[in-house]
């Protein structure tokens, strides 16, 4: 690397700012361009840093409880989470048996009993007008809150309060340290690779943005290159003037994306995204990442622009296009996709564990090759196709002429948005198939209870009454049935089963019964619901002698065979021996553990803020759900939808460049489209001719981006073991997104147009 | 000249880009068959006069009437009509359509006025033959010389068999040769279909091919000198 | 060019002597042939003659007779009809051309006009000669060509002249 070399390199450097109005514009364009996708790949960067300081928080105060047998300096913690419209709220009662009992992390001293330290996010929920209801709730005086060590992020809600007479209640952990002691094998190997996944997903289509916006304006910048030939600069002149601008928009653009990161960092407390908030200061970029982020921007862009270079010849006359020689070729085109296949087959076929470090490279690799192979794909499918295609009226002649006169850049214009769909909708097709395995129909019936309340410390049949009251004296409520059971062990086994203890009535909720009688027993008949996993452990038999709350106890031999009925919430209590009281006189009077299902009149506000404050006024460890008629593993919906939300990002994003590319397009035709105006051609046919010029391309590539798209998605399900699923309502959700984002730019566009076919356009400079 | 009512009549026209008064009280008749150029230097209102007549640019204040229209109260959908089927038009450069063939090109002005494809492309491939063209029918333009290209413009102008044919400059971009050739395709093209010609030049070489000429300074007609006709 | 007229034009701005008149006209036009006194006082004999001019007074001094000449109503529309007439397009008319500018600029007329006259004519001729030179054959091209080569040259002229006229109405009046 010469002198001259380097100084040819910073001319270019200079030539690219020295370019007039239009060349700062052009520098400045790419530069927000490539700056917007900076800050974005550095905040891909910061993923691992957030993780693992969210990770190092929340494991650093998990109170499991240590067991029975535990030296001096306990605490007692009673786990009270609560859920307030909507939003989940973490609660601990805490009690020290001694002076050295320890705190959690964030937190300067216990509170005593009557008192709580909040975390800020709850602080200002509860200062809130609305947060009345909570307030009665969580009756305790505010006496600090939780500092941010001991927090999983800045918008989580979170309390411990003081506690008393915790001691010997069911429920209730004994701790000498918060902490886990070992912690577990991390996060599920299949949400890592499903991590790994979306990253690609997301980053590919960056760079395809990035390697779009160092072409802006790259017509003008040929045309200057021409005039520096004219004035006497060879070939590998040029290339290294073009280099050096390239450069220069690169190296801004990674100043533009660190400054745009930096400023949006500091918002980063303000959004909350499935539950999961994050600290500004836990948004720190990888080092390694970083670097390479620093290395590549710059490379790719001095890429792109000596690739686009290889295409035209920039004579001292003018720009010369090298017009395709010959066709372009298929087979190099598939390569990507081929190989990419060829990375996932072995796991596909079960040849390779899916949750080692390589089998991630791999997996990693697989996607970004099948999502290359689109943007590969495209041009060879876009010159084929448009090559076959003719006829029609005059604007579809006009898009389809374009097309075929240049169908790399229609290819290009579009090659992002296809890539994106392709891996939205490969990571959507993973999850959702997922989340159906997850998912299942929980057969609640929602007109006979809303909502179940549980109660695990143990009441005594008085206790259970009086509770039963006080939810049936709760405003909106319509009826509350109790279940009171306990656990009991049967003989020879490790077997667990239920015994119900309750009137005839009670009972009747929980099996058919034809007859019953004070003094009778039933045992539920041992056949579990089809789509239940088969359980082979054989029911209770009458006259076996089983073991409840300590005590001994024989099943009579009267009892009698029933069948389930299927509670409110959907669930059905098989395998359960049912009791009237006085079957069990030695257990009735025992504390039991309760269960209630309530019926509400949900056309009043906040009955089940006001059912759950009901029930924290009964114990604040009584938890109360809300009974759903699906139940769907939250985290994939919210993964679903941030994957949704994401995917709508990137296209804007793209979209964005789309558009700057367009305009730059539309502008060169200037005169063009201000002759055709004059000869009297019509608006609307031109607008549609530029309609059908994007659309045609964005069918094509949306075609490809489907296929791969889903082939790799249906590939990683069947790699973990899936059912494979397709979600076409996804699936038309994505491409309707993708071809929605084209035509938001083609509309956005349209004033540009339209504006550019005014006569003025007739004027040469 | 023949004494027929004139095509078309100006009356006072004024134009005014913000404070450049680029039309100041014009007045002009363009009968039908006769080549009337335009001069002036360059600045001095020759463009948006043409641009005026041709309803390309509505006027400020004046009157304008093609036959017996009203242009100036004519809705831009009327006057693109009226553009599409009664006028034609020769720019600089940068009226070729690059994508499409010379002969789609030439097609072109048929095609908007809805003629369909085939028929359309044969009277292009006519008036191709007429200009001298009909080599590069199948090539795009940028594969054509300039002097091919704008005898092209010329074809396409032609095609509709229009009554005024507007150009503006159509030379500007031509050695003085190929500029002779397309000045002398035009004038005899458009006498043999008695075509009127708005030549807007400012050289005097490609006024020598009207019958009379009117000169524009200031946005003002300096002379109307009677022709030697 | 026409002395004749160019002294009569002069006279129009006010009576003078013939003296002053040979003054006058070097100093506009007689950049590289002064006129000789003879030329001048029998241009002025043949105005006399002609009523273009008259006598407005005769000096008696020590030396020869000085007569004061001014021009009369004849005179005038005389000038008049000579400036509005635009010459016929010939070879190196400049000086003619340039001799009515400046005297119209001098006498307060239209110079503008004149200029466009001049353009009207040239560019008749020109019409003509393109007419033949499309009818006819190569030779007849070639020749109208040269010939049309020089009348662009004199329209340029008349086209840089008109956009630089008051320039030139500053510095001949001064
Ligand atoms: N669209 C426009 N916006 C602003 N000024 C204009 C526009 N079109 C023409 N002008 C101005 O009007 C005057 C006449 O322009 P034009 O008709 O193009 O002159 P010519 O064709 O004789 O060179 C010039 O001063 C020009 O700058
Ligand atoms: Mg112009």
């Known amino acids: 690397m010469s002198a001259s070399w380097l100084r040819q390199l910073a001319f270019g450097v200079r030539l690219a700012c020295r370019g007039g109005v239009t060349g700062w514009t052009r520098v400045a364009l790419t530069a927000t361009a490539v700056g917007l996708g900076v800050a974005f790949l550095l905040l891909a960067a910061s993923v691992p840093n957030l993780l693992e300081a969210r990770d190092t928080r929340v494991a650093a105060r998990v109170d499991d409880g240590q067991g029975p047998d535990l030296p001096d300096g306990i605490l007692l913690v009673v786990m009270t989470d609560t859920e307030f419209r909507g939003v989940t709220i973490r609660g601990r009662l805490l009690q020290p048996l001694s002076a050295t009992a320890p705190t959690p992390p964030g937190v300067s001293a216990l509170p005593k009993a009557g008192e709580m330290v909040v975390s800020p996010a709850l602080d200002e929920l509860l200062a809130e007008p609305g947060g009345a209801l909570l307030r009665a709730r969580l009756d305790y005086r505010v006496v600090g809150r939780i500092a941010d060590e ?58 395809i943005f990035i390697a779009a916006a160092v072409r802006f304006g790259g017509e003008s910048r040929d045309r200057r290159l021409a005039a520096l030939r004219l004035m006497g600069a060879d070939l590998a002149m040029t290339r290294r003037f073009a280099a050096g601008e390239a450069l220069a928009g690169g190296l801004l653009g990674l100043g533009v994306g660190a400054v745009i990161f930096l400023a949006g960092r500091q918002l980063v407390d303000r959004f909350t995204l499935w539950d999961i908030s994050a600290f500004p200061a836990d948004v720190r970029p990888s080092l390694p990442l970083t670097a390479l982020i620093a290395v590549a921007v710059p490379a790719l862009a001095v890429g792109v622009a000596l690739g686009v270079l290889r295409k035209v010849a920039i004579e001292p006359l003018g720009v010369v296009r090298r017009a395709g020689q010959g066709r372009r070729r298929l087979w190099w085109r598939l390569l990507p996709s081929v190989a990419g296949l060829a990375l996932l087959a072995p796991m596909l076929a079960g040849l390779v564990d899916t949750d080692g470090q390589l089998a991630r490279v791999q997996v990693g690799g697989g996607a970004v090759l099948m999502l290359m192979g689109v943007a590969t794909l495209l041009p060879w499918l876009v010159e084929a196709v448009v090559r076959r295609l003719g006829g029609g009226g005059l604007s579809w002649q006009l898009a389809i002429r374009r097309i075929q006169m240049d169908s790399a850049s229609a290819a290009r214009l579009v090659s992002g948005v296809a890539v994106a769909v392709a891996g939205a909708i490969a990571l959507q097709t993973f999850v959702a198939g997922m989340e159906s395995a997850f998912t299942d129909a929980t057969g609640a019936d929602l007109s ?62 929980l099996a058919r019964l034809s007859r019953c009688r004070s003094g009778d027993t039933f045992i539920v008949e041992g056949a579990r619901a089809e789509r239940d996993t088969v359980d082979p452990a054989e029911p209770p038999r009458p006259g076996a002698r089983v073991t409840a709350l300590g005590t001994g106890w024989t099943i009579p031999a009267t009892a009698t065979q029933v069948k389930a009925r299927t509670l409110p919430d959907g669930s059905t209590w098989n395998r359960t021996i049912l009791a009237t009281p006085a079957a069990v006189p030695a257990l009735a009077a025992k504390p039991l553990r309760l269960q209630y299902f309530i019926d509400l009149d949900q056309t009043r506000p906040d009955i089940g803020e006001l059912v759950r404050n009901t029930a924290a006024q009964v114990s604040p460890m009584m938890a109360v759900y809300g009974i759903r008629e699906v139940k769907v593993d939250s985290k994939f919906s919210g993964i679903l939808r941030g994957t949704l939300v994401g995917t709508v990002a990137l296209l804007l994003l793209i979209g964005t460049s789309m558009l700057a590319t367009m305009l730059d397009q539309l502008r060169e035709r200037r005169a063009l489209l201000a002759a055709l105006t004059a000869f009297g051609a019509k608006r609307g046919a031109l607008t549609r001719a530029t309609l059908w010029q994007m659309a045609v391309p964005v069918v094509l590539g949306l075609v490809p981006a489907v296929l791969a798209g889903t082939a790799l998605g249906v590939a990683l399900l069947a790699m973990l073991g899936f059912p494979l699923h397709v979600s076409l309502t996804q699936l038309f959700v994505t491409v309707a997104a993708g071809a929605g984002v084209v035509a938001l730019v083609t509309l956005a566009s349209l004033p540009v147009q339209l504006r550019l076919m005014r006569p003025d356009g007739l004027r040469v400079e | 000249m023949t004494g027929d009512a004139p095509l078309l009549t100006a009356r006072d026209l004024s134009k005014a880009y913000g404070t450049t008064r680029a039309l100041d009280g014009v007045s002009l008749d363009v009968r039908a068959g006769e080549i009337l150029a335009v001069m002036g230097p360059s600045g001095s209102g020759k463009s948006t006069l043409m641009h005026c007549l041709a309803g390309i640019v509505r006027p400020d204040s004046g009157e304008l009437r093609y036959r017996d229209r009203d242009l100036i109260a004519a809705s831009d959908a009327e006057r693109s009509a009226l553009r599409r089927g009664e006028f034609g038009f020769v720019f600089q450069f940068g009226q070729l359509v690059p994508e499409l063939t010379c002969l789609e090109n030439v097609a072109l002005p048929l095609r908007m006025e809805g003629v369909r494809r085939k028929e359309a492309e044969r009277r292009a491939a006519y008036w191709l033959e007429r200009l001298d063209v009909a080599d590069v029918a199948g090539k795009r333009p940028g594969q054509a010389s300039g002097g091919q290209g704008q005898r092209v413009a010329i074809a396409r102008a032609l095609v509709t068999e229009p009554s005024v044919v507007f150009a503006d400059e159509p030379t500007g971009a031509l050695d003085s040769l190929n500029g002779e050739m397309v000045m002398r395709l035009l004038t005899e093209c458009a006498e043999q279909s008695r075509t009127a010609v708005v030549l807007v030049t400012h050289e005097p070489s490609v006024a020598a091919y009207s019958h009379r000429e009117i000169v524009v300074r200031d946005g003002r007609i300096r002379t109307s000198a009677g022709s030697a006709r | 060019m026409s002395l004749s007229h160019t002294l009569l034009a002069l006279l129009e701005r006010g009576p003078r002597h013939g003296y002053d008149l040979k003054q006058e006209f070097d100093a506009q036009f007689g950049q590289d042939r002064p006129l000789h006194y003879g030329q001048v006082y029998a ?86 000669l393109t007419r033949r030179k499309t009818r006819g054959d190569l030779a007849d091209a070639l020749i109208c060509d040269h010939a049309i080569f020089h009348l662009e040259a004199d329209l340029r002229w008349l086209e840089l002249t008109s956009a630089r006229l008051d320039r030139l109405a500053e510095e001949v009046r001064s």
């Not at chain 1, 209640?169 to 996944?197: E, N, Q, W």
């Not at chain 3, 000449?69 to 400036?83: Q, R």
């Not at chain 3, 400049?94 to 009207?120: E, F, I, N, P």
Request: aromatic share 6%; hydrophobic share 40%; glycine share 10%.
């Open chain 1, 150 to 207: 001991g927090l999983a992020g800045p918008g989580e809600f979170a309390y411990y309060a003081g506690g008393d007479q915790l001691d010997g209640k069911a429920g209730v952990r004994r701790l000498a340290a918060f902490g886990d002691p070992s912690p577990g094998p991390g996060p599920d190997p299949r949400l890592i690779l499903m991590a790994v996944v979306a990253f690609v997903v997301l980053l590919a289509p960056v760079a």
């Open chain 1, 448 to 509: 006979r209870a809303q909502v179940t309340a549980a109660l695990d410390e143990g009441a005594t049949p008085a206790r259970a009454r009086e509770i039963s009251g006080r939810l049936s004296a709760t405003p909106g409520v319509r009826s509350v049935t109790s279940v009171a059971y306990t656990d009991v062990e049967l003989p020879d086994t490790d077997d667990y089963s239920s015994l119900v203890v309750g009137s005839c009535a009670e009972l009747r909720e």
């Open chain 3, 43 to 128: 241009t002025l004999a043949r105005l006399l003659k002609n009523g273009l001019v008259e006598v407005d007074a005769v000096e008696h001094g020590g030396g020869p007779e000085r007569k004061r000449y001014a021009i009369t109503t004849a005179g005038v529309t005389d000038v008049e009809e000579w400036l509005s007439q635009p010459e016929s397009p010939a070879l190196y008319l400049h000086s003619t051309l340039y001799t009515k500018v400046v005297l119209a600029l001098l006498t307060g007329r239209d110079a503008a006009a004149v200029l466009d006259a001049q353009r009207a004519a040239h560019l008749d001729l020109m019409r003509t």
